[in-house]
């Protein structure tokens, strides 16, 4: 799986923001911290949620669970709202 | 049809299905080498039915049927919105007021209030406020600074003029029973100032109007503002942000 094309991925400050073009159905915006921005800079390449879970959980100094925990939480949410294909 | 216009400084050939579009920006007609052509086709057209109807049902109001040339008007705004990133400038949803010579800005959700708060500034001010654009004025950053310009796109009420002001700030208003105002940071500002920016179905033309926004919030300054709709709101408004 990948970001879809239609998604951009914006620093601001601390902040990782997600911001979808004029093509996509989800106007909104996703706001969140650095742990977004992990996920989504592993997500420019294809990739798995296994993948992003091993890296991360090599990387961070955070219980494999935790991380488990909220790479697939913030995954579903980025599928539901269309910014991953595959 | 086709004729050329200058708009935000950039000479626009606009070449149409329709008439009505080259009437409704007529003030801003020009003659010289465009900088870039916009023409419509059907499938503009009938793309512009299919998002105002999906507004329609949003907003839970009975879709409305709207004339394909007044369909085309917003289809050519669209396609030069999609082409302005290019030239450091992009399209912003708001009410901007100029006063002695500077631009303020007051944006919010659809039906908040914005040219009603703006009424009342010309209420209070007279002929010393200028509205340079009451609904989708154009935002240019680059090193002259931010410019907020007048476009043929003013709003219902028609109102604006052709004219480029500096823009001092920006205001999210919010309806209260009682007025107040203090400044805001720009992060705290951020979503809104996206949410409010027209977004290019092009993403380079995104990834520009991005950071157009991030250069413009280091030049200005920002504000909440909650209102009602007495007179008192614009002086407290005008008399707090001009410093």
Not at chain 1, 34 to 46: A, E, P, R, S
Not at chain 1, 56 to 79: G, H, P, Q
Not at chain 2, 172 to 188: G, P, V, Y
């Amino acid at each position: 799986m990948k970001l879809n094309k239609n998604f951009l991925v914006h620093k601001s400050g601390k902040e990782t923001i997600v911001v979808p073009t004029g093509n996509a159905e989800f106007s909104g915006i996703v706001k969140g911290n650095k742990t977004l921005g992990v996920i989504l800079d592993l997500l420019k390449k294809d990739t798995t949620e296994q993948q992003i879970i091993d890296t991360m959980a090599e990387e961070y100094e955070v219980s494999r669970e935790v991380i488990e925990k909220d790479v697939r939480m913030t995954i579903s949410r980025l599928k539901e709202l269309g910014a991953i294909d595959g | 049809m086709k004729n050329i216009y200058k708009i935000a400084d950039k000479v626009i050939e606009i070449v149409s299905l329709h008439d009505k579009v080259h009437d409704y920006c007529k003030e801003y007609r020009f003659d010289g080498v465009p900088d870039f052509t916009v023409s419509t086709v059907q499938a503009d057209i009938d793309y512009e039915r299919e998002k105002t109807a999906k507004t329609d049902i949003a907003q839970r109001i009975s879709v409305r049927h709207l004339a394909e040339d007044y369909l085309e008007e917003l289809a050519v705004y669209r396609k030069i919105a999609e082409q302005m990133p290019k030239y450091d400038t992009f399209l912003f949803h708001g009410s901007a007021v100029a006063v002695d010579g500077e631009c303020y800005l007051f944006t919010a959700k659809s039906g908040t209030g914005k040219s009603t708060h703006t009424r009342l500034w010309r209420a209070l001010l007279g002929s010393r406020a200028v509205m340079v654009n009451d609904d989708k004025p154009l935002i240019r950053v680059n090193d002259n600074g931010v410019t907020v310009f007048g476009t043929p796109y003013n709003g219902k009420h028609r109102l604006g003029v052709n004219i480029a002001v500096p823009l001092k700030a920006v205001c999210i208003l919010e309806r209260s029973a009682d007025n107040h105002i203090r400044q805001i940071t720009k992060a705290e500002a951020y979503t809104m100032l996206l949410q409010q920016s027209y977004r290019p179905h092009n993403s380079t033309a995104l990834a520009k109007t991005l950071t157009l926004i991030d250069t413009m919030a280091q030049h200005i300054t920002f504000w909440r503002l909650g209102c009602n709709m007495d007179i008192s709101a614009a002086k407290l408004s005008y008399e707090t942000m001009k410093g």
